[in-house]
């Protein structure tokens, strides 16, 4: 059994570690309205804050939603600026425990790693599969509505194989049930769901290595994937997971699982992975050359719009170069020329 940590309440609620909190939490955001009125009386609202979590008197405010639609639709829940405030200075003093009890094949979230690590070490599985097998297959599977449906008490008894310090979990209790009080569900948008989302999976991954043995495996987030030779082996795996993810986690995967020819590429973390090489998602292509088409179609009319397409063309860049995509980085682009109308300078509509 994991060793449970106590005596973090201290370092939580020190005023420097509010402050660096508070750093923390404007980052990029240091100009917003919430954060400029934050800063206006800075000493005061965090030694505020310090005191409310010292009585026990904290509780988080409302959450801002809003629904974004880019890759997929889904609703946000920002946090107030305070409690993101209370978020990072919360998760600077538990994510060191998490940290050593996490397996090194996760990686959302995680600092260090993220998508492009989590990309390599996939590549990494398949060129090993490769070389062993010759051919293999991959089971690819994703938990059903994941944030939405994570439980809260399985969440707090997770959390409490950890953790034993009193103060701690209560206001890890409180800021879990200010999303839906006694039921389910983690924010997406707030600091705290991305490290409470993978201290729920860490049994499923603690029981796919050291109990099933699962040697070539990746998770980011919900989405993981598993290499093996045996078909076979897959199928009765995947019935597992099923069975772990309903009987331990009250989780569900989602129909879109499956098991695949490992030459068909590997779907995972914005890329198609090959043991040779690896090429960009078609939907993400398909997305910026609508996006740019649609910069383009209304530049005459709106000339700023130039300064959103050059930094949706940058970002696009930035994804391509991880992956072998030059041909595809000049389809996009064909779409980054704009005509100007008159009174606009050719040369400002040149990308």
Request: charged content about 30%.
């Amino acid at each position: 059994m994991a060793k449970t940590i106590n005596n973090l309440w201290d370092d939580v609620i020190d005023f420097e570690n509010l402050y660096f909190a508070y750093r923390a939490a404007g980052h990029g955001k240091r100009y917003r309205y919430e954060a400029l009125r934050f800063a206006e009386e800075l000493e005061e609202n965090l030694i505020g804050l310090q005191n409310e979590l010292i009585w026990g008197m904290y509780q988080p405010m409302p959450f801002r939603q809003f629904y974004v639609l880019d890759p997929k639709k889904r609703l946000i829940s920002a946090p107030a600026f305070r409690d993101r405030v209370v978020h990072h200075a919360v998760v600077r003093v538990i994510e060191p425990v998490y940290e050593k009890r996490f397996i090194s094949e996760t990686f959302a979230c995680r600092k260090g790693l993220g998508t492009h690590a989590a990309m390599n070490h996939v590549l990494w599985c398949s060129r090993v599969a490769k070389r062993r097998w010759g051919s293999y297959y991959v089971l690819k599977c994703d938990v059903r509505k994941f944030f939405p449906s994570v439980n809260h008490e399985i969440m707090k008894r997770t959390v409490r194989r950890s953790i034993f310090d009193r103060d701690v979990l209560f206001l890890l209790d409180t800021i879990i049930d200010a999303f839906e009080p006694g039921g389910r569900g983690l924010p997406i948008g707030a600091l705290t769901s991305q490290l409470l989302a993978n201290v729920y999976l860490d049994p499923l991954d603690h029981y796919l290595k050291e109990e099933c043995r699962v040697k070539f495996y990746a998770r980011y987030m919900d989405d993981f994937v598993i290499l093996h030779h045996d078909k076979n082996y897959l199928r009765d795996l995947l019935a597992e997971i099923d069975s772990f993810l309903h009987d331990r986690l009250d989780m569900t995967l989602n129909p879109k699982t499956g098991i695949f020819p490992g030459r068909h590429g590997i779907d995972f973390c914005g890329y198609r992975i090959w043991p040779t090489h690896i090429k960009p998602r078609k939907t993400t292509v398909r997305r910026a050359k609508r996006r740019l088409r649609k910069f383009a179609s209304v530049y005459r009319d709106s000339p700023q719009i130039l300064k959103h397409a050059r930094e949706s063309i940058q970002s696009f860049i930035g994804y391509i170069r991880f992956c072998s995509g030059w041909r595809t980085t000049a389809s996009v682009l064909e779409r980054a020329t704009f005509k100007a109308s008159s009174g606009v300078d050719e040369g400002d509509a040149q990308n």
